[in-house]
Every structure is written in structure tokens, then in C-alpha cells.
Nanobody, 119 residues
Framework: QVQLVESGGGLVQAGGSLRLSCAAS????????MGWYRQAPGKQRELVTT???????NYADSVKGRFTISRDNAKNAVYLQMNSLKPLDTAVYYC?????????????WGQGTQVTVSS
């Protein structure tokens, strides 16, 4: 099986920064797209950013210029650097990976990490 484990969430004041990490473990052959989603209380889960195996990135308009996604293929990890955080960024952040493993191709989700931005 494959597991995605996030870390790095927490409480930060508006204008501050946080760096989220997501490490994948298991019988992984390769990754397609990896990304971060978030879900605020009472709202649907939304896309934050994605990165392809070739390094192409995509960002939600609300985070462009403030958030940066990166990946380390050797470590099977993806990161989210979040700068200039706003209270509206408060949410549970989920790591997502579309990958090939010994059982075939599948999309996996992490358990989520809470990010709280105080005003």
C-alpha cells in the first residue's frame, strides 16, 4: 500500500509563513501529478496547486504569488511554501498524489494538516 503523510501545519499570524511537507511511502514506481488541496469549515475542498512529473505547476488564483509548490522525486515528497498568509487561508490542507505503484495507478490523499492564520 501507499501512504501520504503531511506535516508542517500550525498557527501563524497574518503575513507569516509556513512550509508544508508531504512524504509518500510504499511500493511506488512513479508519480504523475502531485498537489495540495484545502478545505475550510463549511466549504468544499478546493485545489490549491499542482505539479507534474515534469515540473509544470498550476496555482489557484487566490494563492498565486504567495504559495510555491516543489517536489523532491528522490524522496517521494512534495512541499508547499506559503508566504504572506491571510486569515482566508485557514483550512485543512491535504496532499494529493496521482501515482503508479505495485498495484497499478491510483490517486491517494493524505490525512490533512490544519493551517490556522490569525488576524
Amino acid at each position: 500500500q501507499v501512504q501520504l503523510v503531511e506535516s508542517g501545519g500550525g498557527l501563524v499570524q497574518a503575513g507569516g509563513s509556513l512550509r508544508l511537507s508531504c512524504a509518500a511511502s510504499g511500493s511506488i514506481y512513479s508519480f504523475n501529478v502531485m498537489g495540495w488541496y484545502r478545505q475550510a469549515p463549511g466549504k468544499q475542498r478546493e485545489l490549491v496547486t499542482t505539479i507534474t512529473s515534469g515540473g509544470s505547476t498550476n496555482y489557484a488564483d487566490s494563492v498565486k504569488g504567495r504559495f510555491t509548490i516543489s517536489r523532491d522525486n528522490a524522496k517521494n515528497a512534495v512541499y508547499l511554501q506559503m508566504n504572506s498568509l491571510k486569515p482566508l487561508d485557514t483550512a485543512v490542507y491535504y496532499c494529493n498524489a496521482d501515482l503508479y505503484w505495485s498495484g497499478g495507478r491510483r490517486v491517494y490523499w493524505g490525512q490533512g494538516t490544519q493551517v490556522t492564520v490569525s488576524s
